[in-house]
């Protein structure tokens, strides 16, 4: 399975950036094993206010909320998933929100996380984070 985080949903309805735009939208139609986290579907609602002077309204972000969610099956948080962000914040040091997002993607059994929040790695063999929009 792979995950996109919220930058790369952003990205995609984002008109000011062209790029980045099209490479989002570009990763979700190569994408036949994608997931919407909980909180990706949560924070994308908040982060899109950024979009305002764009015109782009509340409403715009619940309907577009919408598609993602046709196209991506949504994985939903549980007791695990609490357990694992704990360690990625207070031993890995990692924020709150990126330990939470990526907690949910390891107990859901998610292989790729599409983010530009976090440096390209991978977490014990069992997930590759992703930069897709690093130069090379």
């Known amino acids: 399975m792979t995950a996109f985080d919220t930058n790369v949903l952003i990205y995609a309805c984002d008109k000011t950036d062209p790029e980045r735009q099209r490479k989002a939208i570009e990763?979700?139609?190569?994408?036949?094993?994608?997931?919407?986290?909980?909180?990706?579907?949560?924070?994308?609602?908040?982060?899109?206010?950024?979009?305002?002077?764009?015109?782009?309204?509340?409403?715009?972000?619940?309907?577009?909320?919408?598609?993602?969610?046709?196209?991506?099956?949504?994985?939903?948080?549980?007791?695990?998933?609490?357990?694992?962000?704990?360690?990625l914040h207070l031993q890995s040091g990692w924020s709150t929100w990126d330990a939470m997002i990526t907690a949910a993607c390891l107990v859901a059994g998610v292989k790729r996380l599409y983010t530009e929040d976090l440096p390209g790695r991978s977490i014990a063999g069992r997930l590759e984070i992703v930069n897709p929009f690093a130069k090379p």
Do not use: M, Y
Request: glycine share 4%.
């Open 27 to 87: 990763l979700f139609r190569a994408t036949d094993d994608g997931v919407l986290v909980w909180q990706v579907a949560c924070e994308f609602i908040a982060a899109s206010r950024k979009l305002a002077p764009q015109g782009f309204t509340p409403g715009h972000a619940w309907n577009r909320l919408a598609e993602f969610s046709a196209l991506f099956p949504l994985v939903l948080p549980n007791e695990s998933v609490i357990a694992e962000a704990r360690a």
